[in-house]
């Protein structure tokens, strides 16, 4: 009996100890379980939506930052613009050094080194303003009113490309005006850097005269004529910031008007609204940038002084 009761005993503590091994088997069934329940509706989130965004993000970069794109682009233009500058440089210079003695000998280097940088430099900053900022932002202009005529009412897109209509083109005249005063002290730039270049050059000329003071009174009078044309060029830069920001509220302020709108009457949705908010930002932002890039394009002959460099050269 006694016999028979220990042999009972041992056949319930291995049943235990097998119960035990195999409770940590079952709880981690039930885990991996739960588990694979919770992941299913997390990667259907994030698949592909969020993946999307991020790739987005990575490729095309965010506010404030360039993406991946954009840095493979200055890579790949690195030797463009290096081809371009040597072959534009060296073009100059043996124009320069292929003038007759005649040119030489009234020469005005200062304001030659000056010219020869500046046009240099401009030719190199037409192309690629043209081609990575310009373009773009016309063919996004397009996208955005097509899709809004589509997707919203035609009445958005039609403020949207009225607004734009308006945009480009009071920044045009006032870059215009801007561009005149912008050459007018581009050339007293020229004649003050020039005037101190050669006062330095011929110092034992001006030394031999005693003619320091007289040099000292012409350059003061040449910097104050540049800083009255550089006052006018920077007040028309704020005036053209306050007309641009005004355009961009008026168009802002009537759609928001026709979106609400709509949203009353069951037309449209608040998402809308937001989508129009969301786009009148990508497109404006930069668009601000426009009378820049219409400057740096249009005006860079006031840049180069490619006029008076013909004249005084060729």
Known sequence: HVAHTAAAAGTALNSTLAAAAAAPAAAAAVVSGGSARLLAPFWVLFYPWVFIYLAAFLLRGGSGSEGLLADIRDILWIPITQAAFCRISCAVFGHLLALDLNFHVHRKTGQIMRILDRGTSSIQDIVNIILFNVVPQMIDIVVACSYLATKMQPWVAGIVL?????????????????????????????????????????????????????????????????????????????????????????????????????????????????????????????????????????????????????????
Do not use: H
């Not at 330095?200 to 009255?228: H, M, S, W």
């Not at 601000?288 to 460099?309: D, E």
């Open 162 to 314: 009225v607004t734009v209509s308006s945009y480009v083109p009071l920044t045009v005249c006032i870059t215009e005006r801007r561009g005149k005063i912008r050459k007018v002290m581009n050339a007293l730039d020229n004649e003050r850097e020039s005037r101190a270049t050669d006062v330095l050059l011929g110092y034992e000329t001006v030394k031999y005269f005693c003619n320091e003071g007289f040099e000292l009174a012409q350059y003061d009078k040449a910097t104050r004529q540049y800083q009255a044309a550089e006052y006018w060029q920077l007040a028309f830069l704020s005036l053209l910031s306050i007309v641009q920001s005004m355009v961009v509220w008026i168009g802002l302020a009537a759609g928001l008007i026709v979106c609400v709108w709509g949203s009353s009457r069951g037309t449209l949705t608040v998402g809308d609204t937001v989508l129009f908010i969301t786009m009148m930002q990508q497109l404006y932002v930069p668009l601000t940038y426009f009378g820049s890039y219409y400057r740096r394009v249009g005006g860079k002959r006031s840049a180069m002084n490619l006029s008076k460099f013909d004249r005084s050269i060729c």
